[in-house]
């Protein structure tokens, strides 16, 4: 059974930093790419980074490009995103979601996501 | 850049009902297009992939079709359980989610 779990959300003030963790298990880690998708309390869906299975290729949306770091340890089966430089927009859960065959085509599994609050 | 976007923004509708939801690219993305359900409190479950393939497990009141730019998604008979927020998602170049349609019973 595909699993992922994120953690590592919390209150944090602006201009601060927070990393994520995203631990999988159930498939072959180093033979997807995972990604982070984030919700704004009470809005929609905005993909922020992807990673490829091999850790080879990294993606990220303009909003959190040169902030954001997304990195994966596959002796940890663990994707990362380093959160830099945090705005009050920046705050949302987090969710860690599985591509399904390639880099950015379709979710086909999600963590249940975790809350990062950027706050003073 | 390429933008998504959603109609209606929201509906109600009965039980049994057939609901349909429409989805436009500002530019022609072939087939690149995904549906999602969320429901409140939890995270999105792939429905639909590349416009019109239903996901292993989903039942089959769940339909897409389109491409191109122009996109729809059906629940041909809704079920109380169909209650959530449903987005559909570009995958030509980077993902790009449109911004959803709340679905309630009336």
């Known amino acids: 059974e595909v699993q992922l779990l994120e953690s590592g959300g919390g209150l944090v003030q602006p201009g601060g930093s927070l990393r994520l963790s995203c631990a999988a298990s159930g498939f072959t880690f180093s033979s997807y790419a995972l990604s982070w998708v984030r919700q704004a309390p009470g809005k929609g869906l905005e993909w922020v980074s992807a990673?490829?299975?091999?850790?080879?290729?990294?993606w990220y949306a303009d909003s959190v490009r040169g902030r954001f770091t997304i990195s994966r340890d596959s002796s940890k089966n663990t994707v990362y995103l380093q959160m830099n430089s945090l705005r009050a927009e920046d705050t949302a859960i987090y969710y860690c979601?599985?591509?399904?065959?390639?880099?950015?085509?379709?979710?086909?599994?999600w963590g249940q996501g975790t809350l990062v609050t950027v706050s003073s | 850049d390429i933008q998504m976007t959603q109609s209606p923004s929201s509906l109600s509708a009965s039980v049994g009902d057939r609901v349909t939801i429409t989805c436009q690219a500002s530019?022609?993305?072939?087939?690149?297009l995904n549906w999602y359900q969320q429901k409140p409190g939890k995270a999105p479950k792939l429905l639909i992939y590349d416009a019109s393939n239903l996901e292993t497990g989903v039942p089959s009141r769940f339909s897409g079709s389109g491409s191109g730019t122009d996109f729809t998604f059906t629940i041909s008979s809704l079920q109380p359980e169909d209650i959530a927020t449903y987005y559909c998602q570009k995958h030509n170049n980077l993902p790009l989610f449109g911004p959803g349609t709340k679905v309630d019973i009336k």
């Open positions: 979601a599985k591509d399904r065959n390639f880099p950015n085509d379709q979710f086909d599994y």
């Open positions: 530019q022609d993305i072939r087939n690149y």
């Open positions: 990673i490829s299975g091999n850790g080879g290729s990294t």
